[in-house]
């Protein structure tokens, strides 16, 4: 009899726990257009290049993001292995995370974990495009891919959001190094034509490797190789 009562009460504990989940889950998809968690992604993203760019050395810059990777990993695994805080994590469930990230890590550790391998791998002009293109690309390529994307390429990508991604990457380029730099416009325009390029067809090959970990350290990685070609100094 003791032990029918133990497993009722443990049902009963799972499937409150259950409806804690569902009551502060969010059913959004990589395919809707969630836009508080685009902009949440674009303003820390801009505001994680700006403040590195205006305030802080790269070492400086390099512990404060290790710091907040350490954090953010506590705080996922605290999420995901104690659901029965569901209710404490509701905004964040509801509105920054997508249906299937509910109960495994989201896209927040591999976000902050490309802009800290950014920040390790890369001069500091390179990093700075890397981190805008994520901030700033990515999220607009997305917002316009699904609004507006009509003309598909790929059955998740369109003419639309590529050309979005390609118009974004192209005008970080330039501005970080003509307008913080101080760089040759043309020769500028050169190397964001080319970085933006080869990272708008990157962006088509559909892989599993989450794309906040990717785009930044493909776009370091092509932009630094660029420049070295063209002759453009990092400083």
């Known amino acids: 009899m003791s032990e029918k009562k133990e497993v009722s009460s443990k049902e009963e504990v799972e499937l409150n726990i259950s409806e804690k989940i569902k009551e502060s889950a969010s059913t959004s998809t990589r395919h809707d257009l969630q836009f508080p968690r685009r902009f949440f992604h674009m303003t ?12 802080l050395s790269h070492q400086s810059a390099v512990s404060i993001l290790g710091t907040a990777a350490c954090i953010v990993y506590i705080v996922e695994q ?44 890369f001069p500091k002009v390179v990093a700075l495009c ?67 390029s080869i990272m708008t067809g990157l962006e088509l090959i559909p892989i599993r490797v989450d794309d906040n970990l990717t785009i930044p350290i493909a776009t370091g990685l092509i932009t630094w190789l660029v420049v070295t070609i063209l002759g453009i100094p990092t400083f």
């Open 44 to 55: 820390m993203g801009t505001a994680a290049g700006i403040i590195y760019y205006s305030f």
């Open 78 to 121: 605290i999420r995901i292995n104690y659901p029965e805080y569901a209710a404490t994590f509701k905004i964040v469930n509801k509105y920054l995370l997508r249906a299937e990230e509910q109960l495994k890590e989201s896209a927040g550790m591999p976000f902050v974990m490309g802009l800290l391998l950014t920040l390790l791998s």
């Open 130 to 196: 890397a981190i805008f293109t994520l901030a700033i690309a990515d999220p607009m390529s997305a917002i316009i891919g699904i609004r507006f994307g009509k003309n598909k390429i790929f059955k998740r990508k369109s003419i639309e959001g590529s050309a979005a991604f390609f118009v974004s990457t192209f005008c970080i380029l330039v501005f970080v190094f003509s307008t913080l730099y101080g760089n040759d416009l043309f020769i500028v325009c050169i190397l964001g034509f080319i970085v933006s």
